[in-house]
């Protein structure tokens, strides 16, 4: 079968760094997605590994280990605007439909 | 820009009505989803299509038929709706071949009465 967890919620102040884990078991593994997604709206694309490493993008980075079976992604400098769902999500093979995670409600305060 | 749109931000159907959700993009992308999203569970796929005419089930399918006739065009079909088929759907596509990112319609809050 397949699994993939990450935390329900997690809460953070303006201006601090947080880490949203995502473990995963699937059988078969071809990258592994972000994507953000405010209250109302469609999830929008923020990374994509498919190698192990850290990748940035400005604020954002996520990393892979695929031998874990481990993600993260890591916000810095946290703004209101980055309150939240953050959605890890797995390809288990190229070209087909990606599994999800439940997501991570992050909440930041000011 | 890539655009999904989809037909209706929201909607509200009886028990037992026939209900199609439309979905299109105009990125001529070959593979077309829709998901359906509740509290606590997160997304969850109904079906896919990679292309014209062809689908595949996704993790919960029951329920629920597709049809896609023209490659922009993926439509969900509720045969007859039901209150546990209230919920958010949303509808993504993505270019074929090698893994990409989906792109995500703004989805249609369903309402089953």
């Known amino acids: 079968g397949q699994n993939i967890d990450q935390p329900t919620e997690m809460t953070a102040t303006e201006g601090a760094i947080v880490q949203i884990n995502c473990t995963y078991q699937t059988s078969g593994f071809n990258g592994l997605f972000w994507y953000q997604q405010h209250a109302g709206e469609a999830p929008t694309f923020l990374s994509y590994?498919?190698?192990?490493g850290l990748e940035e993008k400005g604020r954002f980075s996520s990393f892979l280990s695929r031998s874990k079976g481990y993600s993260y992604l890591l916000l810095k400098e946290l703004q209101m605007k980055d309150s939240a769902s953050y959605l890890c999500a797995v390809s288990k093979q190229a070209g087909t439909a990606l599994i999800f995670g439940k997501g991570t409600t992050l909440s930041v305060s000011s | 820009d890539v655009k999904v749109t989809q037909s209706s931000r929201y909607l509200v159907k009886r028990t037992g009505e026939k209900v199609f959700l439309e979905c299109v993009q105009d990125?001529?992308?070959?593979?077309m989803f829709w998901y359906r999203q509740d509290p606590g569970l997160g997304l969850r796929l109904i079906y896919f299509s990679y292309d014209v005419k062809m689908k595949e089930k996704g993790d919960i399918p029951e329920g629920y038929s597709v049809s896609r006739e023209k490659k922009e065009r993926f439509s969900l079909i509720l045969e007859s709706a039901s209150t546990n088929q209230t919920s958010m759907y949303l509808c993504?596509?993505?270019?074929?071949?090698?893994?990409?990112?989906?792109?995500f319609g703004p989805g249609t809050r369903l309402t089953v009465t």
């Open positions: 990125m001529d992308h070959e593979n």
């Open positions: 993504a596509s993505s270019p074929g071949g090698y893994t990409y990112e989906q792109y």
């Open positions: 590994n498919v190698l192990d």
